[in-house]
């Protein structure tokens, strides 16, 4: 059982350049979100999806973009890099309801 | 929006001795609470949960207290072992919203 898989693990962009961060879980989970995480700040919401073909933006969504392509996928797209997206990405999936969130192993990405 | 605050930032404790992590959040309905441990170059990983119909839950070592008039939460550790050294992290989910709102997380340094 594989859980919530992030591809790739490590990545440099320069900037300007643009990237698709994939994400897939094998949970049958509704919900699925994408969260930054730097140093002292915690995990802060990018987007988030409640159930296949909706999205919705959280805490930090400016310069990013999402697709659900489906029930199990979630891809986090950055069409213009810039140094501070330089950050670990975390991809989590749950139920809808009162449950907590299992996440990926994250994609440590470095825009220099 | 939700706004999570955990204390301390770091924690160090020797071995057998016990560490209690503090957090308190603003949105008087968030209703669930759970906690995440990291280690290095890994996802966050949920270890314990609280709904807010409950005051307390125990799961072996580990406990999580919940004072919803006070607002706050707070993770205890008994009989502490190397293996526990690792980032925890609080967060909180306000009734009617699907994502989380994380805490800053601690650095807890078990010693030897």
């Known amino acids: 059982n594989a859980g919530v898989t992030q591809t790739p693990k490590f990545q440099v962009l320069k900037t300007g350049q643009s990237m698709t961060l994939q994400c897939a879980q094998d949970?049958?989970?509704?919900?699925m979100y994408w969260y930054r995480q730097d140093p002292g700040m915690g995990l802060r919401l990018i987007y988030y999806?409640?159930?296949?073909?909706?999205?919705d933006k959280g805490e930090v969504p400016n310069g990013y973009n999402v697709s659900r392509l489906n029930k199990r996928e979630f891809s986090l797209r950055l069409e213009s890099a810039a140094p501070s997206q330089t950050s670990v990405y975390f991809c989590?999936?749950?139920?809808?309801?009162?449950?907590?969130?299992?996440f990926g192993q994250g994609t440590r990405l470095t825009v220099v | 929006g939700e706004n999570v605050e955990q204390h301390p930032s770091t924690l160090s404790v020797q071995e057998g001795d016990s560490a209690v992590i503090k957090c308190t959040y603003s949105?008087?309905?968030?209703?669930?609470f759970p906690w995440y441990k990291q280690e290095l170059g890994k996802g966050p990983q949920l270890i314990i949960d609280?709904?807010?119909?409950?005051g307390e839950k125990k799961d072996q070592r580990i406990a999580v207290t919940l004072n919803k008039t006070a607002k706050h939460f707070s993770l205890h550790i008994t009989e502490t072992q190397p293996e526990d050294s690792a980032v925890y992290f609080c967060?909180?989910?306000?009734?009617?919203?699907?994502?989380?709102?994380f805490g800053s997380g601690t650095r807890l340094q078990v010693q030897p």
């Open positions: 609280i709904r807010s119909n409950v």
């Open positions: 949105d008087s309905a968030s209703n669930y």
């Open positions: 989590a999936s749950s139920e809808v309801r009162d449950s907590g969130a299992f």
């Open positions: 967060a909180s989910r306000g009734m009617g919203r699907r994502a989380l709102t």
């Open positions: 949970m049958n989970h509704n919900s």
């Open positions: 999806s409640a159930s296949e073909g909706t999205t």
